[in-house]
């Protein structure tokens, strides 16, 4: 018998694609707009679609999981996936990068919600939380890791092979889904695909507010990710590989973060940790933005701190939702995944219209608040659930 953490990585790789094949190819996106003689709105276009397919793709595949199982939902995905980045691959056009980018999005969107809800099928308790470390580890390690692996390929080989670097990865993923993944959805008639659970869910204090809290911590996680190149070039002279470098604190810390949330969680509860880490998380903004342009330890360290608290919240909040949620799992984070890829989504595009308006202190001024204001969000609605 497969092991189920064997099941549990197996499905988080399929999840880690979707926002790896996000950003894979950011580095290339200079060839690829002279290669198709296209303009750059229509080249950024085939990165803002894909996010939002997916978003949206998520309020599809959380009934459909619930209803038709996990294995069903998963492997097909993934074919299409595999199917449209070869699409990619030999695209000669930019209407073709993008219909075929659409399809990517459409087929690997499955990963997030069939991940979650197999982790939730299979696992209790503190596994559970660990489960959900692995799994949150890999989304957020994603968009980091996609420019690092693309600028290799497209440097040592051709920009194009980036695409086919997809499709073998995502047939590998397939087939090891194939050989692990056992059906897990629970044992009885197929339930109709309901639509109107989102609303029911979108109504319980407990479910709004773990998406509020993905959507403004991806959205803040974003801006990081976009904004932290124009700060080491604004104050520091650093050679494009070191500014690469200044990832490296961020995704350590997500790893640790994510590492550490089970063992956290034996000493606070998961409603608690929620509620402290989003405050922390205000104060560390605020700290990132008063110090980040004037010593690169502390940008290091507010960097990192950041990272940290992202990872030791994000398993809390799919292990809450798992364990609120039990006969609607998948349509729940379904919901959730909805806006935590709106968050990611809107997060550069938002972002580029406060950074114009008040430059980086507006930009990160506004996500200390929103960090704020949730955390009172999440003080006022998960605690007394915890209490009762």
Known sequence: MVHKKAIAYSVSFAAFLGPFTQTVYVPILPELQDTLATSQLL??????????IIAFMQILYGPLTDSLGR???????IALYVAASIGCFYADHITSLLFFRVFQAVGIA??????VTVIGDLFQGEERLRAMGTFQMMVALGPVIGPVAGGFIAGQLDYHYVFLALAIAGALIGLLNLALLRETKPAGPARKIDLAE????????????????????FYIYYNFLVYLPVILDQGYTLSVAQKGLMFLPLSV?????????????????TESLLVITALLCAIDVVAFLVTAAHALTLLIATTFLFGLLLGLSLPAQTALLTRVFVTHRATAVGLYNFFRFMGMASGPFLGALFFSLG???LLFSIAALLFLLIALLAWRNLMPAQRA
């Open 253 to 269: 810390a997500l790893v640790l973060g994510s590492f550490l949330s089970s063992r956290v969680q034996k000493r606070l509860s």
């Open 110 to 115: 499955t990963g997030s919600v069939v991940a």
């Open 198 to 217: 989102y609303a029911r869910i979108a109504r319980d204090r407990q479910g709004l507010t773990i998406g509020i809290l993905g959507f403004v911590q």
């Open 71 to 77: 294995k069903k939902v998963l492997l097909p995905g």
């Open 43 to 52: 080249i950024n276009t085939s990165i803002s679609v894909f996010t939002f």
């Open 359 to 361: 430059g980086l202190t």
